[in-house]
């Protein structure tokens, strides 16, 4: 994946920190295996970035997993989006929602987000 992507979520929307796996184990005080089996399960999206990959900081709430996250990362893939358009889609504003899908997640907004998912197809 290259800079120009997952990273480039609305002009308006804050930089995104990107957490590498070592930051995820830090951040969330899990060990690799168990971060890596998040990824795997898809409570968490990540992107390869300069060879490393990588989680948007946004996915995480109290150094958990956004549990939203799941669900929808699911429902994206059954509509055809790979793990980087899925980033790309929640880090981006959307009309529909009036922010990005992300920021609607944490809003307490997750049927309404999975509704627009759901309309992607």
């Not at 590498?20 to 830090?26: C, H």
């Not at 996915?59 to 939203?68: H, K, V």
């Not at 790309?88 to 990005?100: A, F, I, N, Q, V």
């Amino acid at each position: 994946m290259t800079d120009s992507s997952a990273a480039s979520a609305s002009p308006s929307a804050p930089e995104i920190e990107w957490l590498t796996v070592p930051d995820l184990v830090e951040v969330t005080g899990l060990g690799v295996s168990r971060v890596r089996r998040l990824l795997e399960e898809r409570h968490l999206l990540g992107t390869r970035r300069d060879g490393k990959l990588v989680v948007p900081s946004v996915f995480l709430r109290d150094g958990e997993p956004l549990s939203e996250i799941r669900g929808t990362a699911i429902l994206l893939s059954d509509q055809g989006f790979s793990d980087d358009e899925a980033i790309d889609w929640l880090l981006s504003d959307e009309d529909s929602l009036g922010t990005s899908p992300v920021q609607a997640l944490l809003a307490g907004r997750k049927a309404e987000v999975r509704r627009v998912a759901q309309a992607l197809a």
